[in-house]
């Protein structure tokens, strides 16, 4: 699913929001979120997930071609763990759409 793919499930589901409206709204969360974990800040969306930033430790590293040792650098990622609901949800979900029976 894309950012487009949410600008129009939002607009269909909420007949009173403008395309226009909806992806102003998509935006206006995605920047804020961004925003966010920019400034280090967690962000927790009960029975969605949770989103934070994890520090990767500085490693060394080989260049494919010439088989050079590279240091590289500490950096911070964003890090998405899924909640409880989220997961259970596509678990069920996956396990209909494939045919798989859980008994």
Known sequence: MTRSDIVEE???RF???T???A???VKAILDAMGEALVRGHRIEIRGFG????????PRLGRNPRSGESVQI???RVPHFK????????VDERTAEIRGDSKT
Request: proline residues 6%.
């Open 19 to 21: 395309h226009r409206d």
């Open 10 to 12: 939002l607009a269909s």
């Open 15 to 17: 007949s009173q929001l």
């Open 73 to 75: 650098p500490e950096k």
């Open 50 to 57: 949770t989103f934070s930033v994890s520090r990767r430790s």
């Open 82 to 89: 899924p909640g409880k609901a989220l997961r259970e949800a």
């Open 23 to 25: 992806e102003y709204a």
